[in-house]
């Protein structure tokens, strides 16, 4: 297995913190927590085609980026995520809600229809939002305004974490040149006394 | 001095030593004994480095790091994470991964076995048996549930290039003809070839054939055991029974391995098909992870 610290770093900074915050971090309203103007959210389900042309690569980086943020956040509410091969079909998000949609989502919803989406269970209401050409975090903030997902900011730790590991690389940016010159160096002195061996061998076959 | 002195045979070193003075005759030529004294010096290293090559294997042990320094998690936290990355996936593709790090030297006998899970991880394997044709073992492979059966088939079928299995075994009444055939090229590579010291040729096929279809292959490679022990639908509870089960069947296998051979599980960690590694603590829930129940399904 790898090195402790190396494997304790890449899962700290690739990992966790960027799973814990940045866009899509955020609780979306459960049963217990929901008001009347936000049902709880039950499903969410994305289709999108294969490669980014004809307006799909929102809604990748959106599954990329934001859905496992959402994934940690609400383990309990099922993701499903469908890959087409039709580039110019839908990109689409389907959000299920329990008994009846929010008014922000039905004012917000796109005319498009996802076959692939499940249908939705007698006790729930989808609603369905055309994500094509949008970025991805522009479809978070409709993903939010729909469903009053509650945004959880980065606590005073994870700030100083972060800030940690900019440091860190700023400072392996600069000892990455340090040691490229010293390398060099070396290499040059090596040549130059390649070459004067070349010189003192001619002068003896003079 | 010494060390070029020392090279000779004795009965020389003392005709030298006699003479000594007569080889630093005069300061005039003093770069002289300095190259002299250079070679011996560097054959001298030369004949240290063969004597020590032999001797020189490096750490007899792996090395293991300070697990304090790891950050571990209870299985739901884990769990919770992995979960996150694996957000999207076909739920039957994506399978929970456990390394479990062996505390063990570098030479000496490694882990390869076979395991039942108490949940069966994947869906179904297909499983080829070589076997002749027309015995009662091809009946019983058959009735197990095995894909191919037969001799001549098999190889043909091989040959051709249809492989549409992902386990093969052989009886032992046919590992001639089998051996005859030379499929050793077209299995080998894919790791399919029975051969005795894999528990791939074997008597009784029916008992193998069932095992093998609700079993996993593990061994050890570099003192890691890697098995896939869950699909990614699993409840933290079916896991957890499928990690015990492995963790046991492993310790069971290192005790039987040979008396003086020590074999300990140092860390188990917990990855999953495109998730990260993350070291288990040995508890099943911390206080901050989620209800078990919302841990399953998609």
């Known amino acids: 297995m790898v090195n402790l610290f190396k494997?304790?770093?890449?899962?700290?900074?690739?990992?966790?913190?960027?799973?814990?915050?940045?866009?899509?971090?955020?609780?979306?309203?459960?049963?217990?927590?929901?008001?009347?103007?936000?049902?709880?959210?039950?499903?969410?389900?994305?289709?999108?085609?294969?490669?980014?042309?004809?307006?799909?690569?929102?809604a990748r980086h959106f599954w990329r980026n934001c859905l496992p943020r959402l994934k940690y956040y609400n383990p309990a509410v099922p993701m499903t995520v469908r890959q087409t091969d039709q580039q110019d079909g839908p990109a689409a998000l389907t959000i299920y809600f329990s008994e009846r949609a929010s008014n922000a989502a039905t004012l917000l919803a796109g005319k498009v229809t996802d076959e692939h989406a499940p249908k939705p269970s007698s006790a729930e209401t989808s609603v369905v939002l055309d994500i094509k050409d949008l970025d991805h975090k522009d479809i978070w903030t409709k993903?939010?305004?729909?469903?009053?997902?509650?945004?959880?900011?980065?606590?005073?730790?994870?700030?100083?974490?972060?800030?940690?590991?900019?440091?860190?690389?700023?400072?392996?940016?600069?000892?990455?040149?340090?040691?490229?010159?010293?390398?060099?160096?070396?290499?040059?002195?090596?040549?130059?006394?390649?070459?004067?061996?070349?010189?003192?061998?001619?002068?003896?076959?003079? | 001095m010494a060390s070029y002195s020392s090279l000779l045979p004795t009965a020389a070193r003392g005709i030298l030593s006699s003479c000594r003075p007569a080889l630093h005759p005069s300061p005039m030529a003093t770069f002289l004994p300095g190259l002299q004294q250079v070679r011996a010096a560097s054959q001298a290293r030369k004949k240290d480095q063969k004597t020590t090559a032999k001797k020189k294997k490096g750490p007899r042990e792996f090395k293991q790091k300070d697990l304090k320094d790891m950050q571990q998690y209870a299985l739901c936290d884990a769990m919770r994470y992995l979960r996150a990355f694996e957000v999207g996936r076909e739920p039957t593709a994506a399978k929970y991964e456990v390394h479990v790090r062996l505390k063990t030297r570098r030479d000496g006998p490694v882990i390869r076995n076979m395991l039942r899970f108490p949940h069966s991880v994947q869906t179904e394997s297909r499983i080829c048996v070589v076997c002749p044709p027309g015995t009662r073992h091809e009946k019983e492979a058959r009735a197990a549930g095995a894909v191919l059966v037969g001799e001549q088939e098999v190889f043909d079928a091989v040959k051709a290039g249809k492989i549409e299995f992902d386990r093969c075994l052989c009886h032992p009444d046919s590992l001639e003809a089998l051996n005859k055939a030379g499929l050793g090229r077209i299995l080998g590579p894919r790791g399919l070839m029975p051969s005795a010291k894999t528990g791939t040729v074997v008597e009784d096929i029916a008992v193998r054939v069932e095992m093998l279809r609700g079993?996993?292959?593990?061994?050890?490679?570099?003192?890691?055991?890697?098995?896939?022990?869950?699909?990614?639908?699993?409840?933290?509870?079916?896991?957890?029974?499928?990690?015990?089960?492995?963790?046991?069947?492993?310790?069971?296998?290192?005790?039987?391995?040979?008396?003086?051979?020590?074999?300990?599980?140092?860390?188990?960690?917990?990855?999953?098909?495109?998730?990260?590694?993350?070291?288990?603590?040995?508890?099943?829930?911390?206080?901050?992870?989620?209800?078990?129940?919302?841990?399953?399904?998609?």
């Open chain 1, 7 to 58: 494997r304790m770093r890449k899962l700290k900074t690739v990992s966790l913190l960027n799973i814990q915050i940045g866009a899509g971090a955020a609780t979306f309203p459960t049963a217990s927590s929901a008001t009347k103007e936000f049902p709880a959210i039950t499903r969410l389900h994305l289709t999108y085609a294969r490669k980014i042309y004809g307006g799909h690569q929102g």
């Open chain 1, 143 to 206: 993903v939010k305004n729909m469903t009053g997902a509650q945004e959880i900011p980065a606590s005073a730790e994870q700030q100083a974490e972060l800030q940690k590991l900019e440091q860190m690389r700023q400072q392996g940016d600069k000892d990455r040149v340090r040691i490229a010159a010293i390398r060099q160096a070396k290499a040059d002195q090596e040549r130059m006394l390649q070459e004067a061996r070349g010189e003192v061998e001619k002068l003896k076959q003079l």
């Open chain 2, 215 to 298: 079993g996993t292959v593990y061994r050890e490679r570099d003192a890691v055991i890697r098995v896939p022990i869950g699909q990614l639908g699993f409840t933290p509870e079916q896991l957890r029974d499928n990690l015990r089960a492995t963790i046991d069947q492993i310790k069971k296998d290192a005790a039987g391995l040979n008396d003086r051979i020590t074999k300990e599980v140092y860390e188990v960690v917990l990855s999953s098909t495109n998730g990260p590694g993350f070291s288990l603590n040995g508890e099943f829930k911390s206080d901050e992870s989620p209800d078990s129940a919302v841990l399953q399904g998609v």
